[in-house]
């Protein structure tokens, strides 16, 4: 990439008394649309042993919602972050910043990762996080309980960015349509993928993709309308979307500019079989 990646971030506030009650959010039992407009300072939340720090919660398991994990956009003050962010044992992270600077020592290892940053945190690994810039911080973080399995070891940690990883282009489409894969698809020990999908004005997903993953989709840049369901939506940067397992989902890119997200999706385990 020679451009500086370009990342939308909420930055809270409410809307004035003037604007009328019209919204694009929807909640329906395939998909979630959660438009950036929603993102205000009335509906964040806080996390204990986080100081100077407060987020948006944009999915969470629930039935009825998300099932697989939880996304959350944190916004870190400059000397904020935490000793002690994760508290529930066995749980897996991937976090991606989009705004600001942030040190992350994971592993006994210090990082200093800037927008288009990426780290892997795996199941009980230990890490902590501060803000040591001057201007606040803004990271997507994405948990997910790690599904062991006997004879594959868990992921280790690992560092990286947007940068560092050249997009994969899909075929047939002369790059029009492109993943940027933080996790080689053949290590198996991964039971989650995040990654980034960029679409070029005028690309699509030319079919309804009907599939078991899960989807939670955060769009960093661009607009597009989306094929959710039976349903055509417009959607933007700073726009959430949750697709549950086998929704259709179909996408035109309408420019002018690319049209790019942040995707999670749960891979490469067996599907838990119900007792009675």
């Not at 066995?90 to 200093?112: N, P, T």
């Not at 780290?119 to 990271?139: C, I, K, S």
């Not at 997903?205 to 599939?211: G, L, N, R, S, V």
Request: charged fraction near 20%; proline fraction near 9%; hydrophobic fraction near 40%.
């Amino acid at each position: 990439m020679t451009d500086a990646p370009r990342y939308y971030a909420p930055t809270g506030g409410l809307p004035p008394q003037t604007q009328l009650l019209t919204d694009r959010a929807m909640f329906t039992e395939a998909y979630a649309v959660i438009p950036k407009g929603t993102m205000s300072d009335i509906v964040t939340s806080f996390l204990p042993f986080w100081e100077d720090t407060r987020l948006w919660v944009i999915a969470r398991p629930m039935s009825g919602f998300a099932e697989t994990f939880s996304h959350y956009i944190m916004e870190v003050a400059p000397g904020g972050g935490s000793a002690r962010p994760e508290t529930e044992a066995g749980a897996e992270g991937v976090l991606f910043v989009v705004e600001g600077r942030i040190a992350l020592s994971l592993d006994g290892a210090s990082h200093a990762l800037e927008p288009g940053g990426y780290a892997y945190l795996p199941p009980d690994g230990p890490w902590t996080l501060r803000n040591e810039g001057d201007v606040p911080a803004r990271f997507h973080w994405i948990r997910k309980a790690y599904q062991a399995v006997e004879g594959l070891a868990a992921p280790e940690a690992f560092v990286t960015s947007e940068r560092a990883v050249a997009p994969t282009p899909m075929p047939g489409t002369d790059g029009r349509w492109a993943t940027t894969r933080f996790v080689d698809p053949a290590d198996l020990r991964h039971d989650m993928h995040v990654n980034l999908v960029t679409f070029q004005p005028g690309a699509v997903i030319p079919f309804a993709e009907t599939h078991v993953m899960e989807h939670g989709l955060y769009v960093l840049e661009g607009k597009a309308v989306y094929r959710l369901n039976q349903d055509w939506v417009e959607v933007e940067a700073g726009d959430y979307l949750w697709l549950r397992a086998f929704c259709p989902q179909a996408c035109y890119a309408g420019g002018p500019g690319p049209f790019r997200y942040l995707l999670y999706k749960d891979v490469n385990r067996h599907m838990p079989l119900g007792r009675p």
